[in-house]
């Protein structure tokens, strides 16, 4: 039998073995973490709208009409209005033609890929891509081919060799990193070889292009360059789910063939109601975008001056560089006594030797938060030698 106790063991001396902490109150920048005060910088709420009082108002005021519970799958009688209004503001909101809404992004990725592509198909996958776009891929039973990360000159040397249907598949905004993928070169590309590229902006909608539509609007790329797009709405948008938006004849077929979509229970409908309402926020709010990027720039600026080694990101995803796991753990724990929580993350979320701190910045946090997070960097900088980065 397999021992689990020695595997556990193993993992713990690789420097490997993870742990939760336990947050009281609300998502914001102030937690309370196992009962201590820390001032977060590793949530993915980059428009501080997962606590947002007009949110939790629609959610509130949803319920007594919607009921809670989904009841339900889609397909049998759990498809309500609600969802049905959140796909069509999904749709409006992202300039496509039409949207599904899905229970979380890993289902939409794993239900999407395993959908549009089969046996005898190739998918075309960025080193880099998220856990639920791999798994995914493994799933459709289509071969898979990794290019190297951003890599179109690779993945179109590929394309012109492979048979059958191509899937080419990317991180809009890849999570660890921060950078964002070539969107015009990859959809170049994917015409010239006949592929269909599916983009996950899981951390783009809400942050990047006009009004926060996405990577995808911001690159000046429509529908027939990106015929699919995945989006989810945990992270920016600050409620939970995700979608695919793209052509009424992809979401008939989605909806006949997606697993992930047809054999789960509906989302309550009440948190489609307050998805809405965040997605109002998000349109008419500049101001939030605003100020992030300003957060984005100050940090770099400071960081890097100070000698840590960031990433090419201009989104808020800003990795600090470290590379050894021990090292990364290190540095996490002495923020953490410095009433700072960054997250160290580690191999298998990324390569071998690319431990980091993953600092993300989000609206809802001030200038002096930054601060605090800077000075307390400055003060943890002899802790990291920044030689053994293998990037
Ligand atoms: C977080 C994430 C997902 C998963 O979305 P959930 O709604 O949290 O399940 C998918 N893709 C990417 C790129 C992500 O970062």
Redesign the pocket.
């Known amino acids: 039998m397999r021992d689990f106790t020695l595997e556990l063991e193993q993992r713990k001396q690789a420097g490997l073995y993870r742990t939760r902490r336990q947050i009281s109150g609300p998502q914001q920048p102030a937690l309370t973490s196992d009962g201590r005060p820390l001032l977060s910088f590793c949530s993915?709420d980059y428009l501080g709208l997962a606590s947002h009082p007009a949110n939790i108002k629609a959610l509130r005021d949803a319920l007594p009409e919607t009921g809670l519970g989904g009841a339900a799958s889609h397909l049998i009688c759990g498809h309500h209005d609600a969802h049905h209004q959140l796909e069509q503001r999904l749709a409006e909101f992202t300039g496509r033609s039409s949207a599904l809404f899905f229970s979380?992004?890993?289902m939409a990725?794993m239900g999407v890929i395993s959908a549009l592509a089969g046996r005898g198909d190739t998918i075309f996958s960025d080193r880099l891509n998220?856990a639920?776009?791999i798994d995914g891929c493994i799933l459709s039973r289509a071969k898979i081919r990794r290019y190297a990360h951003g890599n179109v000159a690779e993945l179109e040397a590929m394309l012109a060799k492979a048979s059958g249907h191509k899937l080419v598949v990317t991180?809009g905004v890849f999570?660890m990193d921060g950078d964002v993928a070539p969107l015009k070169e990859l959809a170049r590309v994917c015409r010239a070889h006949d592929a269909l590229l599916v983009v996950?902006d899981?951390?783009g909608i809400g942050v990047l292009g006009p009004q926060g539509r996405g990577s995808i609007v911001e690159q000046g790329l429509s529908e027939e360059d990106v015929p699919v797009l995945i989006g989810?709405l945990?992270?920016a948008v600050g409620t939970s789910?995700?979608f695919v938006a793209g052509s009424p004849v992809l979401m008939d077929y989605l909806i006949q063939k997606a697993r992930t979509y047809i054999y789960t229970t509906a989302m309550p409908p009440a948190i489609a109601v307050a998805t809405c309402a965040s997605i109002d926020l998000i349109e008419q709010d500049d101001e939030r975008r605003r100020h992030l990027r300003e957060l984005v720039a100050v940090f770099r600026e400071e960081a890097s001056s100070m000698g840590y080694e960031l990433m090419p990101s201009r989104t808020p995803i800003q990795p600090i560089m470290i590379g050894d796991n021990w090292a990364a753990l290190e540095l996490s724990r002495a923020l953490e006594e410095r009433g700072m929580l960054v997250t160290a993350i580690r191999p298998p979320t990324v390569p071998e030797g690319q431990a980091r701190l993953r600092v993300t910045l989000s609206a809802s946090h001030s200038r002096a938060d930054l601060d605090q997070l800077l000075e307390a960097l400055s003060q943890c900088r002899h802790l990291v030698a920044q030689t053994d980065v293998a990037v």
């Open positions: 993915n979380t992004g890993y990725n998220h639920s776009i991180d999570s996950d899981a951390h989810t945990g992270k789910g995700a």
